[in-house]
């Protein structure tokens, strides 16, 4: 089956959210994704829960948007308020030259969202347009535009206690474009980036709780885990996150790499694709077996995207 690009909805919150930021013609959600270089890799990280990502090894990303902002040709304003007294003063002189780029926030809190009533530790992104009396209003990239919250909610979701990275009360804001790169040029400039992550070389062993693992051993430890103990736990992130979002990076990125001429690499994450795709049913399902081939498919393809990424 020939790799055909995704266009459609999914979570893609900052991406979404630094689109709208950048004016009306941003980069693509796609380029903007790939220069953070969330792609490229998987992970366990040995939480006391235990979570698996589609995404690299010890990814930080507070540290890929400030690369993909290098990227991408664009600066803005990084501001961290004290406190949520603080956080909502900053938050309105930012509000007087235009929209504000807000997050992490916990989605469990956004409760014009149906059924959220708590923190589900569920990491968010909104554009924040403006305050009238006790009210946000904003743009949620999740499928709800015009969004409003009390401003007491709103505080309540800045807070990052239940979030796995971040500081509470972050906002940016002055988006400015300091460069004018194609999306091919913006593509080619994320590849060091994306190249080093694929192989780990960000991550100091420190930074990483002990157990922790990587790329074909993640996906080897999922494929074991779900033979031992297949429980909600482990599943229901996968269902509702994990798998959605990382297929999604992972068709884009196949896309991004074929415009730019590494076809080989595109294949293999056109493949890395298909696989991460094909694990949604049997993992709603249950079929603790499919699920479990599909993973020891998975497992060789990112020392097979480090060689072509080398040539």
């Not at 743009?139 to 709103?154: E, I, Q």
């Not at 194609?182 to 780990?200: D, F, G, Q, V, Y």
């Not at 896309?255 to 080989?264: K, N, Q, S």
Request: aromatic share 10%; with cysteine.
């Amino acid at each position: 089956m020939a790799h055909f690009s995704y266009v459609g909805s999914g979570p893609y919150c900052y991406a979404n959210s630094f689109a709208m930021m950048m004016g009306p013609k941003p980069p693509s959600t796609a380029v903007l994704e790939f220069a953070t270089s969330s792609p490229f890799g998987m992970q366990f990280i040995a939480t006391k829960e235990g979570i698996y990502f589609f995404d690299p090894y010890g990814w930080d990303p507070m540290q890929a948007f400030e690369d993909m902002h290098a990227a991408a040709g664009w600066t803005s304003k990084l501001t961290i308020g004290i406190d949520a007294a603080d956080a909502l003063v900053q938050l309105k002189g930012e509000l007087t030259k235009g929209p504000v780029f807000v997050g992490p926030v916990e989605m469990g809190y956004l409760e014009y969202q149906p059924g959220n009533k708590g923190p589900i530790g569920a990491d968010h992104y909104v554009v924040v347009l403006g305050i009238e009396g006790d009210t946000v209003n904003l743009h949620d990239p999740h499928g709800h535009p015009y969004a409003s919250l009390p401003v007491s909610k709103f505080l309540q979701s800045w807070k990052t206690d239940s979030l796995g990275y971040g500081k509470s009360y972050m906002m940016r804001s002055d988006f400015k474009q300091i460069h004018q790169y194609t999306e091919e040029e913006i593509i080619r400039r994320a590849l060091p980036n994306a190249r080093k992550w694929l192989t780990t070389e960000m991550v100091q062993p420190l930074e990483m709780p002990p157990g922790s693992c990587g790329n074909g051993d993640a996906a080897e430890h999922l494929a074991q885990q779900i033979e031992k103990n297949f429980h909600p736990g482990i599943r229901n992130p996968l269902i509702y996150f994990a798998v959605r979002v990382g297929v999604r990076r992972l068709a884009d990125a196949a896309t991004c790499l074929g415009r730019i001429g590494y076809e080989d690499a595109a294949k293999i994450m056109a493949k890395q694709a298909k696989l991460v795709g094909a694990l949604q049913y049997p993992l709603v399902k249950g079929d603790s077996q499919a699920a479990v081939r599909i993973l020891r498919d998975l497992a060789p393809t990112y020392d097979e995207l480090v060689a072509a990424l080398q040539k």
